[in-house]
């Protein structure tokens, strides 16, 4: 049984906010609440590939200390604007 778009979108929700590092759980728990649910099929299997990378990578890629694999590129860049809008609305409230 293939699993619902609601459901999936539940379940990466929940592995966005439950990750290794605190800083990991921040960016993408806040990433997967503000862009999930408007993201196509595609996109979702490419952040879903995505949540199975191991933190460290992730932290370092999505802070610029190095660069992404190409197949993640366009969404790392995703997570780190909506990261920094973040940051940026903190600081101006």
């Not at 990466?12 to 649910?37: F, P, T, V, W």
């Not at 199975?52 to 197949?71: C, I, K, M």
Request: glycine letters at 6%; a negative charge; one cysteine or more.
């Amino acid at each position: 049984m293939s699993e619902t778009r609601e459901a999936r979108l539940r379940r990466m929700h929940m592995r966005s906010m439950r990750r290794g590092i605190k800083e990991m759980d921040i960016i993408l728990s806040r990433y997967a609440e503000a862009r999930l649910a408007g993201l196509s099929g595609d996109d979702l299997d490419c952040y879903d590939a995505l949540l199975s990378e191991n933190d460290q990578d992730l932290y370092q890629w999505v802070t610029g200390q190095r660069a992404a694999p190409d197949r993640f590129t366009a969404l790392i860049a995703d997570i780190a604007a909506t990261a920094l809008g973040a940051a940026q609305e903190r600081k101006t409230s």
